[in-house]
């Protein structure tokens, strides 16, 4: 298995552009998770799916941040109008336990809003 | 609010020697307790993970240590090696909601 696949790896955008970062999850995994990564504020989750339905978006921080997944194997998370300190490794992880537990994480997306 | 406190910061250690990692939790309710590892460009990976009916896990050259009444818990890297070398997270977790400690950066020293 080729493991959770994010894409871009590397985003670098001016401020007020619109930002999609995708997302493949493991074959199998019914759980979706985002996480955005900072050195102020570690790892936050941002949402989570659960069978392609969004459970918890309480972390998503504003209107300007919405997440779709119109499969079981591919997901998108949305910035629109992206601003600097959206500037973050934003990864994907998926489990198939229905929780966190056994979380497998894609290499990130590291993106950049100068 | 930090649920979840994790020490040291960064951390050198000897080839051969013992690493030790500390995280300490507030909510009661978490009932798994897992380490990762990242390596600088990757995503954290799941290294062991413990349930709180149980006091120590051990895979390998890694433990945990658990101490409910305490709310703490422990990654002991037995005979650390310089590909150890990495950031290490704790966290905990119910349900969906896992929460991470900020990270220890690990370097082993050759």
């Known amino acids: 298995d080729a493991g959770v696949i994010q894409s871009p790896r590397h985003e670098v955008t001016e401020m007020g552009q619109e930002v999609t970062l995708r997302c493949k999850p493991i074959?199998?995994?019914?759980?979706l998770f985002w996480y955005r990564q900072t050195m102020m504020r570690g790892l936050e989750l941002l949402i989570y799916?659960?069978?392609?339905?969004?459970?918890?978006d309480s972390g998503m921080p504003e209107d300007r941040f919405s997440a779709k997944m119109p499969n079981a194997s591919f997901s998108t998370l949305k910035i629109q109008p992206s601003e600097p300190r959206d500037s973050a490794v934003y990864f994907c992880?998926?489990?198939?336990?229905?929780?966190?537990?056994?979380?497998?994480f894609g290499s990130g997306t590291q993106l950049s809003v100068l | 609010q930090q649920q979840v406190k994790q020490s040291p910061q960064s951390l050198i250690v000897q080839k051969g020697g013992i690493s030790i990692i500390n995280c300490a939790y507030e909510?009661?309710?978490?009932?798994?307790f897992p380490w990762y590892q990242q390596f600088p460009g990757k995503g954290p990976a799941l290294l062991i993970a413990?349930?709180?009916?149980?006091s120590e896990k051990k895979e390998g050259r890694f433990t945990i240590s658990f101490n409910k009444s305490a709310k703490q818990f422990s990654l002991h890297i037995m005979d650390s090696q310089p590909g150890d070398s990495a950031t290490y997270f704790c966290?905990?977790?119910?349900?969906?909601?896992?929460?991470f400690g900020a990270g220890t950066r690990l370097t082993v020293k050759p």
């Open positions: 966290a905990a977790s119910r349900s969906h909601d896992m929460r």
């Open positions: 992880a998926s489990s198939y336990a229905g929780t966190a537990e056994k979380l497998f």
């Open positions: 413990i349930r709180p009916d149980v």
């Open positions: 074959s199998g995994h019914n759980s």
């Open positions: 799916f659960n069978n392609n339905v969004p459970i918890d």
């Open positions: 909510n009661t309710a978490f009932d798994y």
